[in-house]
């Protein structure tokens, strides 16, 4: 079965570095999205992408983060300049469409650790 | 304010019995959709099933169904027979009309007993 691929698993960081967290959507979707979960709590949205461009963000997504599909396959999250308080696990999702039915599915998620 | 509220932070079950996990949400728009999603120990988020705000009938999958009260604005998960392997973390989400995005209430930690 296809399935949302994110690398690394973990990510080890110091406060002040630049991030990115990659992920690899499922071939056919073409909705993608960027959620957060802070210490296995409330899962939170950060940001959705389709068509090459941003569609909808949430007021964590400032101008620290940054999304990219830099070719056909890959989906990109940086973060500038890390803070502590990014420390969490982040999911990237994908689905086929934007409907209102429109299952998402998800990757197994990066923990970032920000020391 | 919160769009979905999951009043149950944990609940513990005795095997083979049924468990109801309680979701409510809070939208002005007439066309939304409602998910749960479960999150084993492992940590991914596992679709189990979808309630549409037209659907007329309750939503089935398997053991999963939703108890959809569209007037009190509620969508209750409800797990028959439950097994040692439906413990985990489950997440009630909403999809209003105009978003892409989904919104995810804080989530019911299920442990099933033996």
């Known amino acids: 079965e296809p399935e949302v691929t994110q690398t690394p698993s973990h990510q080890v960081t110091q406060m002040g570095q630049e991030v990115i967290l990659r992920c690899v959507p499922i071939?056919?979707?073409?909705?993608f999205y960027w959620y957060r979960q802070i210490l296995g709590q409330k899962v939170e949205f950060l940001v959705s992408f389709y068509n090459n461009e941003i569609s909808e963000k949430s007021e964590i997504f400032d101008d620290q983060f940054s999304v990219e599909r830099p070719d056909g396959s890959n989906f990109t999250l940086k973060i500038r300049s890390t803070k502590l308080e990014d420390s969490a696990m982040y999911f990237c999702?994908?689905?086929?469409?934007?409907?209102?039915?429109?299952?998402?599915?998800f990757g197994s998620g990066t923990q970032l650790s920000v020391l | 304010a919160q769009k979905i509220t999951q009043t149950q932070p944990g609940m513990f079950v005795q095997e083979k019995e049924a468990v109801t996990l309680d979701c409510t949400y809070d939208?002005?728009?007439?066309?939304?959709?409602l998910f749960w999603y479960k999150q084993p120990s492992s940590g991914e988020m596992i679709f189990l099933i979808y309630?549409?705000?037209?659907?007329?009938q309750n939503a089935t999958e398997g053991r999963y169904s939703l108890n959809f009260q569209k007037a009190r604005k509620s969508a209750n998960l409800v797990i028959s027979a439950s097994q040692l392997g439906d413990s985990a973390m489950y997440f009630c989400?909403?999809?209003?009309?105009?978003?892409?995005?989904?919104?995810f209430g804080k989530g019911t930690r299920l442990h099933i007993l033996p």
């Open positions: 309630q549409g705000s037209y659907d007329q």
């Open positions: 939208t002005s728009d007439p066309s939304y959709g």
């Open positions: 989400a909403m999809r209003e009309g105009r978003d892409d995005k989904i919104i």
């Open positions: 999702a994908s689905s086929v469409g934007g409907g209102l039915g429109e299952k998402l599915f």
């Open positions: 071939s056919n979707h073409l909705y």
